[in-house]
């Protein structure tokens, strides 16, 4: 089976050194086999994200040297156009009596009794798949808006990451019922990420290991779906020397502030040293690092870093 990969960055700010790292290697893990590059925009919330900003974020990859064969800014290529997508999945899983509405507003999630995550994130308790439905229409007469979870099964799931390795998790204590939609109607991550890598062909997923905690729902989801689940593969992240992971909000490190003091070439050979596929840390083009790319030089722990 051919090679399909994407990056599918969010447009809610200027892209930054760690998103950059995670694009140069997605887009080399594609063109080392000769496979087929994706661009995604993952705009599904509308208050954080905007068109003028997606586009940003194409004329920097464009900027760094880093192409797509498909995709873009293009609408059907956009989350916010892909509704009747989620539509029909959600459909799907309700006929399969999967789906219940959560009425917990966040301060009631938080405050759950309820197992909690390694990283400290709350696992949902599940308590309103228990709401009869005298109390669900008590609490629609309050004035309640629901949001829409997933009922996981008491099921263990293991993804073999390409890079990482295994990864298991049990569901019901790693994960919990998840939310499918938002209460105020925005389709949520978890359900649009699977949906569109399904649709779009997607097989090969690269991307942050903060997102390894979501890889074995993703999978046991493209199942229920009747999807093949894609490879994953996690790369380590990029830190600040306190070890706070990067953000959009680190100014100095964000390609507003790089592409004033830095060319493509100096950027993408720093980028490719991190990677552990340029020891000298020599000014290289992307397509000069085809050749030599293989996981087995990428780090697999978090990667300090500081200016180029």
Known sequence: MAVKGRFAPTPSGRMHLG????????WLDVRSQGGVMTLRIEDLDPQRTSLEKAEQIADDLRWLGLDWDEGGVEPAWCQSNRGAHYEAAFEKLRDM?????????RAERLAANAPHRADGSVVYDGRCARLTLEEREALERAGRRPA???????????????HLGPYTQYLPRDCGDFILRRS???????LAVVVDDALMGINHVVRGDDLLPSAPRQAWLHRVLGYRPPQFFHLPLLVDKTGRRLAKRDRDLDLSALRGQYTPRELTGYLAWLAGLNPEGKSVEPAQLISQFSWAKVPKTEIVVGAP
């Open 148 to 162: 829409w979870r997933l009922r996981v099964p008491e099921e263990w799931v293991t993804v073999v990451d390409g």
């Open 19 to 26: 998103n950059l790292f995670a694009a140069l290697l997605a």
């Open 184 to 190: 105020d109607g925005v389709w949520a991550y978890q």
């Open 97 to 105: 009596g999967l789906v219940y509405p959560c009425y917990c507003s």
